[in-house]
């Protein structure tokens, strides 16, 4: 694989609207080259018989079973509102009726 240039640099940086120096240009370019050149590598290891894969190792469901539990009723919910109304709390409106929608 050819090696990334300072101009393929210079129009990556264009495209993501990045402004970098003539310096960074070069920093860059060697950076790129040497990530390109490492998945390359990787390609060339891959295996039609090895399959894709999203982790390293694998993943269990790590979430507990939903089980119901005891909970406060809406008297003990509420026992600490500063006001409440029909079993809901009940806060100041903040928007005018004509603007909500």
Same mark, same amino acid.
């Given at each position: 694989?050819?090696?990334?240039?300072? @101009?393929?640099?210079? =129009?990556?940086?264009?495209? !993501?609207?990045?402004? *970098?120096?003539? #310096? @960074?240009? &070069? +920093? %860059?370019?060697?950076?790129? &080259?040497?990530?390109?050149? !490492? *998945?390359?590598?990787?390609?060339?290891?891959?295996?039609?018989?090895?399959?894709?894969? !999203? =982790?390293?190792?694998?993943? +269990?469901? *790590?979430?507990? #079973?939903?089980?119901? +539990?005891?909970?406060?009723? $809406?008297?003990?919910?509420? !026992?600490?509102?500063? &006001?409440? &109304?029909?079993?809901? %709390?009940? *806060? $100041?409106?903040?928007?005018? #009726?004509?603007?909500?929608?």
């Amino acid at each position: 694989m050819a090696a990334i240039s300072r @101009e393929e640099v210079a =129009h990556l940086a264009r495209l !993501s609207r990045l402004a *970098v120096t003539e #310096e @960074e240009l &070069d +920093t %860059f370019a060697g950076q790129l &080259d040497v990530i390109l050149q !490492s *998945v390359a590598q990787v390609g060339e290891v891959a295996a039609a018989d090895i399959p894709p894969t !999203s =982790h390293s190792v694998p993943l +269990t469901n *790590v979430l507990r #079973e939903d089980v119901v +539990t005891p909970c406060l009723t $809406p008297q003990e919910a509420l !026992s600490g509102a500063p &006001d409440a &109304d029909q079993q809901r %709390f009940r *806060v $100041p409106r903040i928007l005018d #009726e004509d603007v909500a929608s």
